[in-house]
């Protein structure tokens, strides 16, 4: 286990498309969280998980967001309807319940909507 | 205002000098505090993990956490051309990190 898989590593899809993303937490961590990260910022909160349940949602996930943790193991991040402005990294990232080991972040998946 | 501020202003510093970086925040429920250093088009990688106040050392770098200012900093001595990426404050409360925008560090040989 090399650390948390993001696939794609880059999207490029028109306006009005759906796009989904692919997390791989590092195998013993039961939180994963998705963050999203425009140019020139820090990553922003969207929603995290403990094991399979989704415990919270930043206000940024609107409802053409929906993110998936089947059996507590992958995670999936759809966007349906694409805007420009979801154009960003969405980073994945993974920890121990206790947090104290800090968060593993993948490398991102690059969205770009045109 | 946003819950952690940190000035994004880049910074460019000769090797060998010493890097100083802060942020401030404004959540007293803030409870674990942390930098992560972030190269260009990858993810933020953990460099220094601190719960509550105090002081924390790893080789070159320093983290101090003062709650009662709440006010964070980081320190690189002796910095190297490889120290050159973006530093990103983070904080938690329990459930979630809340981040800075990040320092853009740029070490010149």
């Known amino acids: 286990d090399t650390g948390v898989s993001q696939n794609p590593r880059h999207k490029i899809t028109k306006r009005g498309q759906n796009v989904t993303f692919r997390c791989d937490p590092i195998s013993e961590h039961n939180r994963l969280y998705w963050y999203r990260q425009t140019l020139g910022q820090g990553p922003e909160f969207l929603t995290y998980?403990?094991?399979?349940?989704?415990?919270?949602k930043s206000r940024l996930l609107s409802d053409r967001f929906s993110a998936e943790r089947p059996k507590g193991s992958f995670s999936t991040l759809e966007i349906q309807r694409t805007e420009q402005g979801d154009s960003a990294m969405y980073l994945c990232?993974?920890?121990?319940?206790?947090?104290?080991?800090?968060?593993?972040f993948g490398s991102g998946t690059r969205l770009t909507v045109v | 205002q946003k819950e952690v501020e940190q000035d994004p202003g880049p910074l460019s510093v000769p090797e060998g000098a010493i890097v100083s970086l802060n942020c401030t925040y404004s959540?007293?429920?803030?409870?674990?505090f942390m930098w992560y250093r972030q190269y260009s088009r990858k993810g933020p990688e953990l460099l220094m993990y601190t719960y509550s106040s105090g002081n924390k050392e790893d080789g070159r770098f320093t983290a101090q956490v003062d709650k009662s200012s709440k006010y964070i900093s980081l320190f690189i001595r002796d910095s190297q051309p490889s120290d050159s990426a973006t530093y990103l404050c983070a904080m938690s409360s329990g459930q979630g990190l809340a981040f800075g925008k990040g320092n853009q560090v740029v070490v010149i040989p």
């Open positions: 998980f403990q094991n399979e349940a989704q415990l919270e």
């Open positions: 959540n007293s429920a803030f409870q674990y």
């Open positions: 990232a993974s920890s121990l319940a206790q947090e104290t080991d800090g968060y593993t």
